[in-house]
């Protein structure tokens, strides 16, 4: 059984109907083989039709997808021999972002990614993939490792933010999102940044200071969330805000990828199977795969000096001005 | 629909409307007499609060007289987005633009601080909420550009709810922008002074604000990542007495010291004579 969105609702309602069908007919029965096919190609049909006219609100909701595919599972698909490290040798180990080095396509590469977890004991135990500051600077002692082994660094990027408590803000959750903004803009090693699901504000860029910076299809990237978007610009005296409102606000942000491929912010959109990653976890992962290799032998061309320059211009032409005569 | 446009110009002139002769402070909540307060500096004599001033008060305080000369004078927002809420963005800039003193959240240029040059860029919180989006990205990258081109101390002075909503996604990359100019800036082995001021959060204290050399704050500022509300609904506790101000900062050894506004251009000019130069 698969977990089905609110606007998917009229597919699951077909797509449970061939599950059916397909446990009565158990590939004996020529009719219900027929009718399980056609069924299945309207199935197909509908779920297009949906997703042409997805809502960036809806979008949002596929890139939180329970069953969407994580860090994790793409370290498990697309590499082999993953060594994962720990701890951010000054405080703890923050289970919200993984970090290690793998062998991907025969390269060796640095992965850091957020981490969400699965089933609520995991969710819980890796906080939802909302890092404390210790989680951005085991990311930043791996990253340095990397730029000293020579080896690329790959981020997936996938948070709903930084997190938002007491201990977080003792220890520096600022500190330790400023310091990866720096210091990566020096890592004398290609970097290249995926959002694979939620690019949740701060929490999300302090990983994604790229070389190469690229959206899955679905995925989101802003710099606040809908609801809390909704919460400070769409709350009238003392109404609550809701659903309608958090459509509009996700509708402003521009956070889809083809909003930010459209803004110049990310380089490329990686396609995802039709009804989002979790349809398909290895065709989505063949197609980041396939990306990925073309990014590292493009950027392993230049030098550092070249990946430095280039890293920097990236990010400061970024801004829309305009230049006003001021009356003195 | 031209019947419905009034003349602006004339409707919306400003009055100098006198302003009101007591004033609450934002930390003690006690009323007190505005006079009192605007000759101690802005500073609350009952409990030591400093309020929020604008850029040109700060560069006032911190320039010596006829020093500082703006960069960036002519940059001015945009609506990237188009964005709408309850109210347009190219509105609330106007407003802005009205209301404040100043033409955009960040004023930025050269100074001689107690005879010493440095580069000053400082937000002012009256201007949306001091937040963070292109333009006071792009005078900050400015600002520490020329400090590392002509190899100056740069002080920046905070006072931000953060990144700019309004500007999407690309109030978020100005986070980074400003954190690429310090990475280069760090390069000249010139000192960088952040200076934290009531509130500094979000966008800005995760990005150039919490990257200085030296971090000062003043007493009994608001400085941190997640504003209180947000951590509140997130834990579903009360927070702590004293949590997220200055002096908390302080002992958890985010900051080096808190100074008094008084004493700030001083403890400035003392850090700069003894780490900027060669001697
Ligand atoms: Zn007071």
């Known amino acids: ?328 | 629909m031209a019947w419905f446009k009034k003349d602006k110009d004339i409707t919306s002139k400003r009055v100098n409307v006198p302003e009101g002769l007591w004033v609450k402070c934002n930390s003690c909540k006690e009323i007190i007499y505005r006079q009192e307060v605007d000759k101690n500096l802005k500073i609350c004599p009952k409990c030591n609060y400093h309020f929020r001033i604008s850029a040109n008060e700060r560069i006032t305080l911190l320039a010596d007289e006829g020093s500082f000369v703006e960069i960036g004078i002519d940059l001015a927002s945009v609506d990237p987005l188009n964005f709408k809420d309850q109210k347009l963005y190219k509105d609330r800039l106007k407003d802005a633009r009205e209301k404040s003193n100043t033409n955009e959240a960040a004023t930025a240029g050269p100074a001689l601080i107690n005879g010493h040059p440095a580069i000053l860029v400082v937000l002012d919180f009256s201007f949306m909420g001091g937040s963070m989006g292109s333009v006071v990205g792009e005078k900050f990258i400015m600002a520490a550009e020329k400090a590392t081109k002509e190899k100056l101390p740069l002080i920046s002075i905070a006072s931000s709810g953060g990144a700019r909503m309004q500007e999407g996604i690309i109030s978020l990359m100005q986070m980074a922008k400003t954190s690429a100019a310090i990475s280069r800036f760090k390069k000249t082995k010139m000192p960088y002074i952040s200076v934290l001021c009531d509130p500094t959060f979000g966008g800005v204290s995760a990005s150039f604000a919490m990257l200085g050399d030296m971090i000062i704050a003043e007493p009994k500022s608001l400085i941190g990542f997640a504003g209180p509300r947000v951590i509140e609904q997130t834990i579903k506790q009360q927070l702590p007495d004293g949590f997220q101000t200055a002096e908390f900062l302080l002992q958890h050894g985010m900051i080096d010291m808190i100074v008094n506004r008084k004493e700030l251009k001083q403890t400035i000019a003392n850090l700069i004579s003894l780490t900027a130069g060669n001697k």
């Open chain 1, 1 to 328: 059984m698969h977990y089905y969105l609110d606007f998917e609702k009229p597919v699951a309602e077909l797509e449970n109907k061939i599950e059916e069908l397909r446990r009565l007919a158990d590939g004996k029965d020529m009719n219900i083989t027929t009718e399980i096919k056609k069924l299945e190609n309207k199935a197909r049909d509908l779920r297009a039709d949906i997703f042409s006219k997805i809502t960036p609100w809806q979008k949002t909701q596929i890139a939180r997808h329970p069953e969407r595919p994580y860090t994790l599972d793409y370290i498990e698909l697309m590499t082999k021999d993953f060594v994962e490290l720990h701890g951010d040798r000054k405080f703890s180990d923050d289970p919200a972002i993984v970090a290690g080095f793998a062998n991907f396509q025969g390269i060796p590469v640095a992965i850091i990614g957020h981490q969400k977890g699965r089933g609520t004991k995991e969710r819980i135990e890796r906080n939802f993939g909302q890092p404390h500051p210790e989680g951005y600077r085991k990311a930043l002692r791996v990253m340095k490792l990397a730029e000293k082994f020579g080896k690329p660094i790959i981020t997936l990027i996938d948070t709903p933010g930084a997190y938002p408590g007491i201990e977080a803000e003792e220890r520096g959750q600022s500190e330790a999102i400023a310091s990866n903004l720096m210091e990566m803009f020096q890592l004398r090693t290609p970097i290249i940044a995926v959002i694979i699901g939620e690019g949740g504000s701060g929490g999300a860029l302090a990983l994604a200071v790229g070389d190469k910076v690229m959206m899955f299809e679905h995925s989101v990237y802003s710099v606040i969330s809908p609801e809390g978007c909704a919460a400070i610009l769409w709350k009238k005296n003392n109404s609550q805000v809701g659903k309608g409102e958090y459509e509009k606000a996700a509708e402003a942000l521009k956070m889809t990828s083809a909003d930010l491929l459209n803004l110049g912010i990310i380089d490329e959109i990686i396609p995802e199977p039709l009804g989002g990653a979790h349809r398909s976890k290895e065709e989505t992962a063949e197609a980041l795969e396939a990306v990925l290799l073309r990014s590292i032998d493009e950027l392993r061309e230049k030098s550092f000096d070249e990946l430095l320059e280039e890293r920097y211009n990236k990010f400061r032409i970024i801004g829309k001005l305009e230049e006003v005569e001021q009356q003195p």
